[in-house]
């Protein structure tokens, strides 16, 4: 069996008894028996106790933002994280219902969030003469420019910053860690795979190589499968 | 460790948890893989310190198990309530003490050297490394013995930088030697298919936890009952002060039970193990099970620890791949100064993180401040702060750029240091708590001033952006609070003066012959070195010590 046969068994855990056979020669042959096929991801409890399921419940089952305040907050998370070439939006990835849950589960989070979006109907009704969910695209957007750049905002609206920073967090948080932001991202990873180091083309761009005095030492991958054995002296043989 | 020793030796052996039982390869406990979304905080750390995917039952805060602080004193206690406890989340690094690790007395003429030396240990390093398993590289160096190595990872891009970095100012960063499974040990445990996530728990045992790779397979055998939920009180001695047996409080019915014992082993955690004694008080033992010199819940010390990171530029807007690897950092920097005269006795190693892992809470927050190190396609600096897709962009691109580093350092044990019952406070179970008393020195304070000019001199030399200032003295240097490295040992130290040590040389209890003690507690001074390694030669040691001394009818 050669690597890719063996990786492809990873990658695709075709085995359901979860047995990797590896070697390529009778000589070295060798099976090992996986006690699990690993699972991934999804559904059930993701391995709460008792007692935290139900304080999950809890902090489910009560609402905190006011209607008014949930149309402000898709208002606002959509204009920090918009759809765009590579991915969707902030209210499309569900960012309003995270953030719902977050005041909750940490309540300090609750007043800077309601008096932050209190101020902005006020600094709305100051500048347009109307509340923030009655104003244009083009008026909110200039009251989130006084907001959105700490290191030049005016000091009279500076409450407004740490609000705009606070929910600037919760929603950047609250899109890339959604199935839409890791398909932002590129991430690729939580799942079973075989590491092997850095890829060639990205060790070229940088100038680097891994070190040619460990070259006989780093794992072989394709060896993950043999069963290790050692001579007195602690060398692997095998 | 001590189970499955002994019940191969066809010794009966009940374990007596505090927590739940405990299988990360359950579906009900699996946290292993599961994406950020399955958690409706993604991840964050509100209900499990170290985040809602984190093993870890427990915590420095546990509803009705409190502890309390003598004034001036800081002192925070990590407890994992489940089978297998805090290895069920640790970082797997997994180093051997060297020679001069047991007897440091002797190189800077403070604190106690250990009665025993590296080789009364190496031939149990050498066992518990081919039963459990650990990778790391052959490198010869004095006082970092290189032990039965499985093949380490490659090193990650990061990490190839951090080298080379580091190989400019002569800091060594070598492969790590953490116990996961980059090929088997035997058949009953898979191999690391790298997830990055050691901390959730292995559903196919790639990684060490006494759960999953010590108790679980003991209790195959049939010799080991396992008490689960079960809050051990105090030990019981008969009229010839000898242990006979532990009572403990079922968490389940709130009621109390005896388990006699012809021998008794508490391995629940230094401290916890330091509680039990000094709350089993006897006609015999008026000061606590062999306290009668005074010293349990003394020399009680923490490893040090300081981190600092960095942006790296190179590495923005990185290429894609699958980086996450092993679960915890492919290389480090040993301790490499021992022979420099500076102003501090001893020493740190260096752990290294960063790269393009998983993201989790937290996530592309920070972009108030950071934003301006976003460069665009054109070099122009961000700004910070800002929203919409400009914001997106630049946190796309800035995704996988950071690097840190953690130094983690031996703090000299002192008598001044200890824990102590709390008379005026009970938990939940009745049973009396423990007390904290602890200061660092300027030994500590010291080093974790040198630690942070070595993370400049690495992240300069690499050429990242510093994030955040040097911390100050006002600032005790950055240094962690004591508790918070979670290696606290020592409070029942070995010794061969039963006036100033708690144990023998063999983690017998010096006025309890049938007492031992397998955790942290023995520990003489703890090195620069995480604990685990050391606590399971030991232990293997110990129960060897009691098979031979139950043969020999000595006990």
């Not at chain 2, 002569?170 to 997830?195: A, E, Q, W």
């Not at chain 2, 240094?479 to 130290?493: A, Q, W, Y």
Request: aromatic fraction near 10%; charged fraction near 25%.
């Amino acid at each position: 069996m050669n690597r890719r046969e063996n990786l492809k068994l990873l990658f695709t855990g075709s085995l359901a008894s979860g047995i990797l056979f590896t070697g390529c020669g009778p000589e070295t042959a060798e099976t090992v028996e996986i006690p699990h096929t690993p699972k991934i991801g999804e559904f059930g409890s993701y391995g709460r106790t008792p007692q935290e399921i139900i304080h999950n419940e809890n902090l489910k089952s009560s609402t905190f933002f006011t209607e008014d305040e949930r149309k402000k907050l898709d208002i606002l998370v959509d204009m920090i994280i918009p759809a765009d070439d590579t991915s969707g939006s902030a209210t499309g990835a569900g960012v309003p219902d995270f953030i719902e849950f977050m005041v909750k589960d940490i309540p300090s989070y609750q007043t800077p969030l309601r008096g932050g979006l209190l101020w902005l109907d006020h600094k709305s009704d100051e500048m347009f003469g109307n509340i923030f969910l009655e104003i244009s695209e083009d008026q909110r957007i200039q009251i989130i420019d006084l907001i959105a750049y700490p290191d030049t905002a005016k000091p009279e609206n500076q409450s407004g910053v740490k609000f705009f920073n606070n929910l600037r967090n919760l929603t950047a948080t609250g899109f890339f860690t959604s199935e839409e932001g890791f398909k932002d991202l590129g991430y690729v990873g939580n799942r079973p795979n075989a590491w092997d180091g850095v890829p060639e083309e990205v060790l070229a761009k940088h100038g680097l190589e891994n070190d040619p005095k460990y070259k006989d030492v780093y794992l072989d991958i394709s060896k993950r499968g043999t069963i290790a054995q050692w001579d007195d002296n602690g060398n692997l043989i095998g | 460790m001590a189970s499955k020793i002994l019940a191969e030796a066809g010794l009966k052996v009940a374990v007596v948890e505090a927590g739940a039982d405990y299988d990360p390869a359950l579906e009900d406990h699996r946290t292993q893989l599961r994406p950020p979304w399955e958690s409706p905080r993604r991840g964050a750390g509100t209900v499990r310190p170290f985040g809602d995917f984190d093993a870890a039952i427990g915590g420095w805060d546990i509803e009705g198990e409190p502890y309390t602080r003598a004034e001036g004193s800081e002192f925070d206690w990590f407890r994992s309530r489940m089978l297998g406890g805090r290895t069920n989340h640790w970082g797997r690094i997994s180093l051997r003490f060297g020679p001069l690790d047991f007897k440091r007395k002797d190189f800077d003429g403070l604190g106690e050297n250990w009665p025993i030396s590296y080789e009364d240990m190496a031939p149990y390093y050498d066992k518990v490394d081919q039963l459990i398993g650990v990778f790391g590289s052959k490198e010869g160096i004095n006082n970092e013995p290189d032990g039965h190595f499985l093949p380490p990872p490659k090193p990650r891009l990061h990490e190839l930088f951090i080298k080379k970095g580091a190989d400019k100012v002569n800091i060594p960063v070598i492969p790590s030697r953490l116990s996961i499974l980059t090929r088997p040990v035997n058949n009953d445990r898979g191999t690391c298919f790298f997830c990055n996530q050691c901390n959730r728990g292995c559903q196919i045992y790639a990684d060490f936890s006494a759960g999953t790779c010590l108790v679980k397979p003991a209790m195959k055998k049939g010799q080991v009952d396992l008490f689960t939920m079960s809050m051990v009180r105090k030990v019981m001695t008969n009229d010839q002060g000898e242990a006979t047996g532990v009572t403990y409080i079922s968490k389940l019915d709130m009621q109390e039970y005896k388990l006699s014992a012809r021998v008794v082993v508490l391995g629940a955690s230094a401290c916890e193990s330091a509680r039990i004694m000094l709350n089993s008080k006897s006609a015999n033992h008026p000061d606590g099970l062999g306290n009668s010199s005074g010293h349990v819940g003394h020399y009680l010390h923490d490893s040090t620890g300081a981190d600092r990171m960095g942006i790296l530029p190179d590495m923005m807007d990185r290429e894609r791949y699958n980086e996450d690897g092993v679960g915890g950092m492919h290389v480090y920097t040993p301790w490499w100064l021992n022979e420099k005269n500076l102003d501090f006795a001893r020493g740190y190693h260096i752990e290294y993180w960063g790269g393009m892992g998983m993201p989790s809470y937290g996530f592309g927050g920070g972009m108030d401040t950071m934003r301006q190190h976003v460069k665009d396609e054109f070099g122009n600096p961000g700004v910070n702060g800002g929203y919409g897709e400009g914001l997106k962009k630049d946190i796309r691109r800035f995704y996988g750029s950071t690097v840190g580093m953690s130094g983690r350092g031996e703090s000299i044990p002192r008598y001044e240091n200890y824990c102590e019952i709390d008379d005026q406070v009970v938990d939940k179970y009745g049973i009396p708590v423990l007390k904290f008393h602890y200061t660092w020195s300027d030994q500590e304070l010291n080093q974790a001033k040198h630690m942070h000019e070595t993370f400049e001199e690495i992240l300069t030399s690499m050429g990242a952006v510093m994030l955040g200032n040097k911390p100050g003295a006002d600032k005790q240097y950055g240094l962690h609070k004591p508790g918070r490295i979670i290696h606290e040992v020592g409070t029942t130290r070995m010794g061969n003066d039963p006036k100033t040590s708690v144990l023998n040389k063999y983690s017998q209890a010096h006025e309890c012959k049938n007492l031992f003690v397998v955790d942290g507690g023995a520990f003489v001074s703890q090195a620069d070195k995480n604990p685990t390694w050391t606590i399971l030669a030991n232990s293997w040691r110990t129960s060897e010590y009691i098979i031979d001394q139950l043969n020999k009818k000595n006990i």
